[in-house]
């Protein structure tokens, strides 16, 4: 397996929703690189500039481990985003784990990703509103993962991250949960099971 995961980037992305999950990934031995819409520098909403390492075109599933697609505000406001979605479906139908999450989940059910699959996102009419056909696999909740898909709301990095460190192997079982309690519940024991 592929030790690179793909973080897409691109203008009005949700700077907060992606990292725990990065930094985890990258301390567990994971490179973390960027692909964007092109190399062109791109903005985040708070305001920081990142230069894609990447152009979308030259992304392939079998180069990496894991796409990662955060919320952006584009990804509601016209079809910019979409060939990241349409990666998606290359990297999923290649067996290779996808991780949406905010407005990444619409892009994803406007491309028909949600339809068979459980998921989640902010709330299920957010996700109605694309005119998608996966209402009833919504499940309300903080994180989901289904097979090699993983979509969370915006609210929700922490538990994000816990199901891409999961899947990924970054950290399992107990020591899985105790960086949750650590991360999610600020619980102090949980530091100590993390370490021991």
């Known amino acids: 397996m592929p030790r690179t995961v793909h973080l897409a980037v691109y203008d009005s992305l949700a700077d907060w929703e992606t990292g725990h999950t990065t930094a985890w990934l990258a301390r567990s031995g994971f490179m973390v690189k960027t692909v964007g819409p092109t190399t062109?520098?791109?903005?985040?909403?708070?305001?920081?500039?990142?230069?894609?390492g990447l152009p979308l075109e030259d992304?392939?599933?079998?180069d990496s481990a894991l796409l990662i697609l955060p919320g952006a505000d584009l990804w509601d406001t016209g079809d910019d985003l979409a060939p990241f979605?349409?990666?998606?479906?290359?990297?999923?139908?290649?067996?290779?784990?996808?991780?949406?999450?905010?407005?990444a989940t619409a892009g994803l059910a406007r491309e028909g990703l949600l339809d068979d699959r459980a998921h989640t996102s902010a709330v299920s009419f957010y996700l109605a509103a694309t005119g998608y056909k996966g209402g009833e696999h919504y499940v309300d909740t903080d994180a989901?993962?289904?097979?090699?898909?993983?979509?969370?709301?915006?609210?929700?990095?922490?538990?994000?991250?816990r199901e891409v460190l999961g899947k990924m192997g970054a950290f399992e079982g107990a020591k899985?949960?105790?960086?949750?309690?650590?991360?999610?519940?600020?619980?102090?024991?949980?530091y100590e099971e993390l370490n021991g």
Request: proline fraction near 10%; charged fraction near 20%.
């Open 40 to 52: 062109a520098p791109v903005t985040t909403i708070g305001g920081l500039r990142i230069t894609p």
């Open 59 to 62: 992304l392939r599933p079998e």
């Open 85 to 103: 979605a349409v990666a998606a479906r290359r990297f999923l139908d290649a067996g290779v784990p996808v991780a949406a999450i905010c407005g």
């Open 144 to 161: 989901v993962t289904d097979g090699d898909l993983i979509t969370a709301g915006p609210t929700e990095p922490v538990a994000f991250a």
């Open 176 to 190: 899985l949960d105790a960086w949750y309690r650590l991360f999610h519940d600020s619980d102090p024991a949980a």
